[in-house]
């Protein structure tokens, strides 16, 4: 009998940074990632079913030791990532958080932060959205855009990145968390499920004195908001 995680990996495939895989030579190609991670790659209210629960992945990542950042609102973590010294973003994300540029420019928000990123024109400078689903490889359910897809060989001019890669798949291995210099996580409560949000939030709260801090007075803020 297929389980939900059986069915996740026929849908996702055991081959996500396997040598033979493109994506693989792009992120080998990184020195400096900084690891971007919305909450909602786990718990969206708009997924049917679940992905494995995050909260493992978690752990691997508070135990890299590197700067952390916890926020309510992913846009937030703009001030961080040009901060980094990195040279590329793995974003961990049921939504791309990338459009497409226009004339006018683009507004800074939840959804485009990542058409503001500093370095995003820089040579060998790469943006990797790895998303839960297939379905969220679509417009207005996952992807940003609102006129022309940004990840295409066309991105440098649909959305100012170099290189832009997508994946539905396994979360990065080790060797790719190695490369991680700075971790922002955004719990975007608005694209969570309430009921399953509470653990990651008590998870978080475990942690460090300063994450603890951080995720109090969001907690105050979320409360606010119902």
Same mark, same amino acid.
């Given at each position: 009998?297929?389980?939900?995680?059986?069915?996740?990996?026929?849908?996702?495939?055991?081959?996500?940074?396997?040598?033979?895989?493109?994506?693989?030579?792009?992120?080998?190609?990184?020195?400096?990632?900084?690891?971007?991670? +919305?909450?909602?790659?786990?718990?969206? =209210?708009?997924?049917?079913? #679940?992905?494995?629960?995050?909260?493992?992945?978690? !752990? @691997?990542?508070?135990?890299?030791?590197?700067?952390?950042?916890?926020?309510?609102?992913?846009?937030?973590?703009?001030?961080?990532?040009?901060?980094?010294?990195?040279?590329?973003?793995?974003?961990?994300?049921?939504?791309?958080?990338?459009?497409?540029?226009?004339?006018?420019?683009?507004?800074?928000?939840?959804?485009?932060?990542?058409?503001?990123?500093?370095?995003?024109?820089?040579?060998?400078?790469?943006?990797?959205?790895?998303?839960?689903?297939?379905?969220?490889?679509?417009?207005?359910?996952?992807?940003? +855009?609102?006129?022309?897809?940004?990840? =295409?060989?066309?991105?440098? #001019?649909?959305?100012?990145?170099?290189?832009?890669? !997508? @994946?539905?798949?396994?979360?990065?291995?080790?060797?790719?968390?190695?490369?991680?210099?700075?971790?922002?996580?955004?719990?975007?409560?608005?694209?969570?499920?309430?009921?399953?949000?509470?653990?990651?939030?008590?998870?978080?709260?475990?942690?460090?004195?300063?994450?603890?801090?951080?995720?109090?007075?969001?907690?105050?803020?979320?409360?606010?908001?119902?």
């Amino acid at each position: 009998m297929l389980t939900n995680h059986n069915v996740f990996d026929m849908i996702m495939g055991r081959g996500f940074f396997s040598p033979l895989n493109s994506l693989h030579r792009v992120i080998s190609s990184m020195d400096k990632i900084y690891l971007s991670i +919305d909450l909602d790659y786990w718990i969206c =209210t708009n997924g049917n079913w #679940r992905p494995p629960k995050g909260i493992p992945f978690l !752990r @691997k990542v508070f135990n890299l030791g590197v700067p952390l950042q916890v926020v309510l609102s992913h846009e937030e973590l703009l001030k961080y990532i040009n901060k980094s010294g990195a040279n590329a973003i793995i974003n961990i994300d049921y939504h791309s958080d990338l459009a497409d540029n226009d004339v006018d420019g683009v507004e800074l928000n939840e959804g485009t932060w990542g058409n503001h990123v500093a370095f995003c024109g820089d040579q060998n400078a790469s943006f990797i959205w790895i998303h839960p689903y297939p379905v969220c490889n679509s417009r207005n359910e996952g992807r940003c +855009d609102e006129y022309e897809n940004p990840f =295409t060989k066309q991105c440098k #001019r649909i959305c100012g990145w170099t290189k832009t890669e !997508r @994946k539905c798949g396994k979360l990065p291995s080790k060797s790719v968390l190695n490369k991680v210099v700075e971790v922002g996580i955004s719990i975007s409560p608005n694209w969570c499920e309430e009921d399953e949000l509470q653990e990651y939030l008590d998870f978080l709260l475990g942690k460090e004195v300063s994450v603890k801090k951080t995720l109090k007075r969001l907690q105050g803020e979320i409360l606010c908001r119902n």
